[in-house]
């Protein structure tokens, strides 16, 4: 009994360590505007990030989801290869793909044992090339 309480506590406490805080996004965040379509290439095939306004939706400590005004364009099967997603982009600069649902992970799990620690995160891909954007007016 001592060595399963002892395991869910570790498994517990990595978890913990290793998913991200998530936060609805601050009122007044700007989004952001993507000028033109961009084909981007990752580990795991190809995806098109849709030119148009990306609206924050989450940020973590790390960043900021912005959600495309459209579905990405994905190489996959499923939901004929079209995923909601967007950009996230750090507060560093570096940009990830991103495909799921971040706002669903924040307002879901408020109340649930993980908390905001999400275990349905949004998926992410490196990609290449970078995205040139602009910020939004408020």
């Not at 940020?59 to 499923?78: E, F, N």
């Not at 570096?94 to 649902?101: F, K, L």
């Amino acid at each position: 009994m001592k060595h399963l309480l002892f395991s869910t506590l570790a498994a517990c406490t990595l978890i913990s360590c290793t998913t991200q805080d998530l936060e609805l996004s601050s009122p007044g965040t700007p989004g952001i505007i993507v000028a033109h379509e961009v084909q981007c290439t990752h580990d795991d095939g190809k995806l098109i990030l849709p030119a148009g306004l990306y609206q924050p939706e989450a940020q973590s400590a790390k960043g900021i989801y912005y959600v495309a005004p459209t579905p990405l364009t994905t190489s996959g099967i499923i939901r004929q290869g079209h995923e909601r997603g967007g950009l996230f982009i750090a507060n560093e600069g570096w940009q990830w793909a991103w495909i799921g649902h971040p706002a669903y992970e924040v307002t879901e799990n408020q109340t649930s044992i993980m908390g905001k620690r999400g275990i349905i995160m949004p998926k992410h891909f490196k990609f290449e090339p970078y995205v040139p954007f602009t910020k939004a007016k408020k």
